[in-house]
T-cell receptor, first 115, second 111 residues
Framework: GAVVSQHPSWVICKSGTSVKIECRSL??????MFWYRQFPKQSLMLMAT?????????EQGVEKDKFLINHASLTLSTLTVTSAHPEDSSFYIC???????????FGPGTRLLVL | DAKTTQPPSMDCAEGRAANLPCNHSTISGNEYVYWYRQIHSQGPQYIIH?????ETNEMASLIITEDRKSSTLILPHATLRDTAVYYCIVANAGNNRKLIWGLGTSLAVNP
């Protein structure tokens, strides 16, 4: 149980294009999902907290107009990187809160490369 | 949320128990201790969590000291596939509470 999927697993795009990443909780409902970014040899950095049916809460320094988050259902949250640039290249990971006492379950991650 | 301190790296022989320590001396009474691991180029994997009692599941055991200021994750029979970065995080169980990620312990299981 407690499986989270992400799609796509990797994407290469040209600078200036937008990329959408999907995060799904497959066998449980998640009222809260989280989006992280991880650069090479660094730890996970929380980007935003996504609550079903409401606006996401972004961490300081994360541009909400560049990283659009939609949490339209209890099993799906999407992250859209708008007008991507090479510096947005990173490993993007989502998690869903669904376990006992707040345990979070993570997706496999999406590796984004912007050329 | 309280901060944690972990050794940056550890080695363990395959088949032996791996004991990963974590200090969380400023933990609050309502904060849980969570352990996750991240295998290279993958998303983190939940391992175990606890409040004050020791916990065991199919993956590992979690030993929390009586004063809750430190804990140890035990992998009873480490395999090569347990090579990963292990993160100890303390946080309360509220809906929107954030997990603050440190650098964890890089565990190398050697044949």
């Amino acid at each position: 149980g407690a499986v989270v999927s992400q799609h796509p697993s990797w994407v290469i795009c040209k600078s200036g294009t937008s990329v959408k990443i999907e995060c799904r909780s497959l066998d449980f409902q998640a009222t809260t999902m989280f989006w992280y970014r991880q650069f090479p040899k660094q730890s996970l950095m929380l980007m935003a907290t996504s609550n079903e049916g409401s606006k996401a809460t972004y961490e300081q320094g994360v541009e909400k107009d560049k990283f659009l988050i939609n949490h339209a259902s209890l099993t799906l949250s999407t992250l859209t990187v708008t007008s991507a640039h090479p510096e947005d290249s990173s490993f993007y990971i989502c998690s869903a809160r669904g376990g006992r006492q707040g345990a979070q379950y993570f997706g496999p991650g999406t590796r984004l490369l912007v050329l | 949320d309280a901060k944690t301190t972990q050794p940056p790296s550890m080695d363990c022989a395959e088949g032996r128990a791996a004991n990963l320590p974590c200090n969380h001396s400023t933990i609050s009474g309502n904060e849980y201790v969570y352990w996750y691991r991240q295998i290279h180029s993958q998303g983190p994997q939940y391992i175990i969590h606890g409040l004050k009692n020791n916990e065991t599941n199919e993956m590992a055991s979690l030993i929390i000291t009586e004063d809750r200021k430190s804990s140890t994750l035990i992998l009873p029979h480490a395999t090569l596939r347990d090579t990963a970065v292990y993160y100890c995080i303390v946080a309360n169980a509220g809906n929107n509470r954030k997990l603050i990620w440190g650098l964890g312990t890089s565990l190398a299981v050697n044949p």
